[in-house]
């Protein structure tokens, strides 16, 4: 396969590649976890493998003046909801108030972090990232130091650095649309 001598097919597909994932990030943004944002996770489950009224979860939640950010049916008898920060005291109001409408439900968890936390998380996420492009920038200056002519060796590594940056602007383009369409959220795992 000659693929120097088509390389404007390949360069034409990475741009609107390139450009398709810029403007879902512009447009979109990025469904941020729990972890970087602060708020409580709630995940609800069926003891009896029963399905689970969604109404009924979200009227409980309304009852209770609880504004929810996300409502995510993980499958029939499995419930996620994410809300701003509240209490064990509101979660429990809200469990009852479910089981007061004959619904055979209990906490599978249940996980609350401050905004606080979440904005030091995405502190250090960002400098975690930032080192490690600084990281790779040194390594690839080091490792392409004695490339001989007609190329120079600087040449080599800003190819790198342009690729490494292709690589992930189209992985985050991915996930704002994957954020947007199928609700699913950025953690440290993903920064990890």
């Given at each position: 396969m000659d693929i120097v001598g088509k390389?404007?097919?390949?360069l034409i597909a990475s741009g609107i590649v390139t450009t398709i994932c810029l403007l879902a990030i512009v447009i979109f943004g990025f469904k941020l976890s729990i972890e970087f944002t602060g708020g409580s996770k709630l995940e609800i489950v069926s003891n009896d493998n029963k399905a689970i009224n969604e109404s009924v979860v979200r009227k409980a939640f309304d009852s209770q003046k609880i504004k929810v950010v996300t409502f995510k049916k993980n499958t029939d008898s499995d419930i996620t909801v994410r809300t701003d920060t509240i209490s064990d005291a509101q979660k429990n109001?809200?469990?009852a108030r479910i089981t007061e409408t004959g619904a055979n439900v209990k906490?599978?968890?249940?996980?609350t972090l401050g905004p606080t936390i979440g904005g030091e998380t995405r502190i250090n996420a960002l400098k975690a990232v930032g080192l490690a492009i600084v990281a790779i920038t040194l390594y690839i200056a080091f490792a392409f130091r004695?490339?001989?002519?007609?190329v120079s060796s600087w040449k080599f590594g800003i190819s790198?650095?342009?690729?490494?940056?292709h690589d992930v602007l189209v992985v985050l383009g991915v996930f704002a649309i994957a954020g947007f369409v199928g609700g699913i959220e950025i953690d440290t795992l993903f920064i990890t």
């Open positions: 390389r404007r097919i390949f109001q809200v469990l906490e599978k968890s249940f996980d004695k490339v001989s002519k007609p790198a650095i342009i690729a490494l940056m």
